[in-house]
């Protein structure tokens, strides 16, 4: 069995023979998803749900770790130069071929969710982060669920059912799903949630705003517990836009009633030349655009993990929780929206705005 020192020496005589490049920039070429890479995907299907909502089937690299039904994972997409990181729950059940799924909603004016629904082609790689998040249902099941989404908010939930309706004996549970879309068209899985409630495995609830209005979740004669009688009996799962689940909040916290939120986060992101970097300590480091983050934050005399300092040990590897980020290398931009966490380099990457690193044992 080789050596670790001969095994470095044959990679130094590789990198040496594809010189400027790295053979790991050659293998990336002919096996991008091998263990050991950056995380990728590669997407082998793209099939629309609705006229603004597409499901992407990815398989995922071999160092993908799996998830537990509801939770989600940060996907990556280069547009315009730009490399863009987005949040999107997993929507698939088991999958004998290893793949997963996530399904993506287009928002008006929104730069990845438009690319991901109108412009991302069968074959195409995506960057891919591990599945993260705690909206999962507990085992065993409560005896009595309600399930309560709207619009793309369906989307944890559709995992959660799936896994439960595919199982060799499906699981035999008293669920309710309260769904609110636009219109019975715009409903994401419409098809699919009404099978469910036809074979007996749920009942389904839909809300239409072009016909039934606005959920009012308190309302004494049209709200939630008059659509669901037994409310009282059980515990609430909810995913949908922010005044819905603040309005689920209240309400079930007046009531003293179990409840679990998933909250999509939105990003408001302003990319400029230079910036602030605010660590987990409270402190911020201004830098202009053409300082590696980590000599700027070592100048301020912040502690910060290093090695190699010229982009190839990765010793320096932090998380960017928010804004975006230069590589000095290249000019690529990487943004993240608030409450992600995207591994960069700081060695070799400048502010490009005020960023958020999560480094939270930064000061001396």
């Excluded at 470095?8 to 920039?25: F, G, H, M, Y």
């Excluded at 928002?107 to 998040?133: F, K, M, N, W, Y």
């Excluded at 495995?201 to 049209?222: C, F, I, K, S």
């Excluded at 943004?335 to 705005?353: E, K, L, M, N, R």
């Amino acid at each position: 069995m080789p050596t670790a020192a001969l095994l470095d020496r044959l990679r130094r005589v590789a990198d040496a023979a594809v010189t400027p490049l790295e053979i790991d920039d050659v293998l990336d070429v002919f096996h991008p998803l091998r263990s050991g890479a950056p995380l990728r995907g590669r997407v082998v299907e793209v099939r629309h749900e609705t006229a603004d909502a597409a499901t992407l089937v990815i398989k995922p690299g071999k160092d993908w770790a799996g998830h537990v039904p509801g939770q989600y994972l940060r996907v990556g997409v280069d547009v315009d130069g730009v490399r863009l990181w987005r949040t999107y729950s997993l929507t698939h059940g088991p999958r004998p071929d290893g793949c997963i799924s996530i399904t993506v909603k287009a928002i008006p004016d929104g730069t990845v969710s438009q690319h991901l629904v109108r412009r991302v082609r069968v074959g195409q790689l995506i960057q891919l982060g591990q599945a993260e998040g705690d909206f999962v249902l507990p085992d065993p099941l409560p005896a009595k669920l309600l399930l309560v989404t709207a619009g793309s908010g369906i989307t944890p939930v559709i995992g959660m059912l799936r896994n439960l309706f595919s199982r060799a004996v499906p699981v035999q549970a008293d669920i309710v799903l309260l769904h609110s879309a636009l219109s019975r068209s715009e409903v994401i899985f419409g098809e699919e949630l009404r099978g469910y409630a036809a074979a007996g495995l749920l009942r389904l609830v839909e809300l239409h705003t072009d016909v039934d209005g606005v959920l009012d979740v308190a309302h004494p004669e049209r709200g939630l517990a008059t659509i669901v009688a037994d409310l009282a009996e059980r515990t609430t799962y909810a995913c949908g836009p922010v005044g819905l689940l603040d309005a689920l909040e209240e309400h079930h916290t007046a009531h003293g009633l179990p409840l679990h939120l998933e909250r999509f986060r939105t990003e408001l992101i302003a990319i400029g030349e230079g910036g602030t970097v605010a660590f987990a300590d409270g402190t911020v480091v201004e830098t202009d655009a053409a300082t590696p983050i980590l000599d700027a934050a070592e100048s301020a005399g912040v502690l910060m993990p290093s090695g190699c300092r010229i982009g190839v040990c990765f010793g320096c590897v932090l998380p960017l929780r928010e804004g975006a980020v230069r590589d000095l290398r290249n000019g690529e931009l990487t943004v993240a929206a608030p409450g992600d966490g995207v591994a960069i380099q700081t060695c070799i990457s400048a502010a490009a705005g005020a960023c958020v690193i999560d480094h939270p044992r930064s000061s001396a």
